[in-house]
């Protein structure tokens, strides 16, 4: 059974700092990982996708990483700015027949960015 | 492009009733998910359709049930609501294989 742990649980920092948040999970096969934001009591926000068979993609400050054999991705936020407080999710999608329709969620990083 | 779109927003029901919830996928997506978010246990996945055929289900109570039309619309259907039902029902819905899934807003259900 697939597990999705992220580390911190919830982060504090001041504007203009870069910061990191971690992904991990048991199940190296896997077909691809998403990270999403969400803001209180709103639906989830794409922001990346990394198919298995990437290391990293980017887009603006943002960049995720990928290390498959390790089961772990990164999200690398440059210069965070107060608009980047939500909460932070990685989800998997194994690989094996159809199984990249079904979603494990990590339980997320509450980030907030203070002016 | 119009987004996942889900009905209602909110919803209030008593213990014991049942429930439907809506989902319109972005035109041309087949597949379309289903997801529960809870404060405790976060978000776990309920069930996946693809051309109208369940394809993943989640380890949920057959309570839950859910079922996807021709043009890809998708219905979920909660009966004998429990307070432990409540929370909010995020769908999702992706183009292809591989392409990542989009999220509605999500409706947010209390059962009281």
């Known amino acids: 059974k697939q597990e999705v742990t992220q580390i911190p649980a919830a982060l504090s920092v001041p504007e203009g700092e870069n910061l990191v948040l971690n992904c991990s999970f048991t199940?190296?096969?896997?077909?691809?990982l998403q990270w999403f934001r969400q803001d209180p009591g709103k639906g989830l926000t794409s922001l990346l996708l990394?198919?298995?068979?990437?290391r990293e993609q980017t887009s603006g400050r943002l960049n995720a990483s990928l290390d498959k054999s390790s089961g772990r991705s990164t999200l690398y936020i440059a210069a965070s700015q107060p608009g980047d407080s939500a909460t932070y999710l990685c989800?998997?999608?194994?690989?094996?027949?159809?199984?990249?329709?079904?979603?494990?969620f990590g339980q997320g990083t509450i980030l907030t960015v203070h002016p | 492009k119009a987004g996942v779109t889900q009905t209602p927003r909110y919803l209030i029901k008593t213990r014991g009733q049942q429930v439907t919830l809506s989902c319109s996928p972005i035109?041309?997506?087949?597949?379309v998910s289903w997801y529960q978010q809870t404060p405790g246990q976060g978000l776990q996945f309920l069930f996946e359709?693809?051309?109208?055929?369940?394809?993943n289900k989640g380890n949920f109570p057959g309570r839950f049930s859910g079922r996807q039309f021709s043009n890809s619309r998708s219905e979920m259907n909660v009966s004998t609501l429990e307070l432990g039902d409540s929370a909010l029902y995020l769908c999702?819905?992706?183009?292809?294989?591989?392409?990542?899934?989009?999220f509605g807003s999500g409706t947010r259900l209390t059962v009281v």
């Open positions: 999702a819905s992706s183009l292809a294989e591989g392409t990542g899934y989009t």
């Open positions: 199940d190296s096969a896997i077909y691809n």
């Open positions: 990394i198919q298995s068979s990437q």
């Open positions: 989800a998997v999608a194994l690989a094996g027949g159809t199984s990249y329709g079904k979603l494990t």
């Open positions: 035109s041309g997506h087949r597949s």
């Open positions: 359709y693809f051309s109208e055929t369940q394809r």
